[in-house]
């Protein structure tokens, strides 16, 4: 991990997933800035940040199962789906065994998008294969 990463997001946003066995230890001398969810509780619950607030309360309504909804507050197409076993369902390991498929589940990293944030880009280096879990992506599509 480095400069720019998050990490914890998932417990502090109470969402609900497994406990882990990772541990993340520093291998240099770094500059952490480390925000109290009591913090951000408070931000939440003051007025006065509102507007600012709607987009964070939004990504937590749909990271923890909730709708997508649009400008108007409806849902769109029926609400977030979550498909815990995407992996397994995906056609790209269609040909593979079962016991070659149910092994991939335990090398993946979840990762959490927000809104407006870039997963890749064409001609990125394919470091990563993406499997949505829940949520929408959209592809834009240039020239």
């Not at 400069?3 to 997001?9: A, L, P």
């Not at 909804?69 to 369902?89: N, R, S, T, W, Y």
């Not at 065994?97 to 090398?107: G, T």
Request: charged letters at 25%; a negative charge; proline letters at 4%.
């Amino acid at each position: 991990l480095g400069v720019g990463d998050c990490i914890g997001v998932h417990r502090f946003l109470e969402l609900n997933c497994p406990l882990g066995q990772a541990e993340y230890t520093a291998v240099e001398s770094c500059d952490i800035l480390a925000l109290q969810r009591s913090s951000m509780a408070e931000a939440l619950d003051d007025d006065r940040y509102e507007d600012e607030m709607q987009p964070y309360k939004n990504g937590k309504r749909v990271l923890g199962g909730g709708d997508i909804l649009d400008a108007f507050g409806f849902p769109i197409g029926g609400g977030a789906k979550f498909c815990p076993d995407c992996i397994e369902k995906s056609e790209v390991f269609s040909v593979c065994s079962q016991q070659f498929v149910a092994q991939i589940p335990q090398l993946v990293e979840d990762i959490a998008y927000w809104p407006g944030e870039k997963l890749y880009s064409q001609g990125d280096i394919g470091t990563f294969m993406y499997f949505i879990q829940a949520g929408r992506v959209r592809l834009e599509v240039l020239g």
